[in-house]
C-alpha cells in the first residue's frame, strides 16, 4: 500500500516539513472542541499472504455514519463525527456540541479485488477485509549506476 510522501523512509526533508506543517496548523491554546473538530482517524494495515487488513479507529460512531467507497485504485473512508462534551461542577454547568466531516483516502495496490471486501465495525474499530488477486505485475526494478 502507499504510503502518504511525507511519511516514507529516507526523506528527511519532507519529514521535516511535515512536522513544521502540523506544528503550524495546531494553535498553541487548544480546547477540546478544537480538538474534536480536527478528528482524523487512525488507521492500521497490515499485510498477510491473501489479504490487506485495514483498521481504521472510530470511537463513538455509529456504523450508519460511516460511509467506505473504493473508487478506482482508492480506498476512502468518511463519515461525520457528532460529538458532546458537557462538565458539571457545582452550580456551573457547560456543554459545547461539535460535528465535523472526516475523510482518509488509501491507494490500493493493481492487485486487490475489490469485488471482494468484507467490512465489520465493533467497539469503535471499522475493520477491512481486501482480498488480493495474486502478485502484483510490477514490484520494482534495481537500477544499476554505472560510473
Known sequence: MALPSHRRAGNPVAAFRSMLDDFFKEPFFSSDLDAAQSYWPKVDITEDKERFLVRADL???????????????????????REEIKREEGAYSHLERSYGLFQRAITLPENVDKEKVDASYRNGVLELSLIKTGEPRVKGKKIEIKS
Do not use: A, Y
Not at 455509529?62 to 461525520?80: P, R
Open 59 to 81: 470511537p463513538g460512531m455509529e456504523k450508519d455514519d460511516i460511509n467506505v467507497l473504493i473508487e478506482g485504485d482508492t480506498l476512502t473512508i468518511s463519515g461525520e463525527k
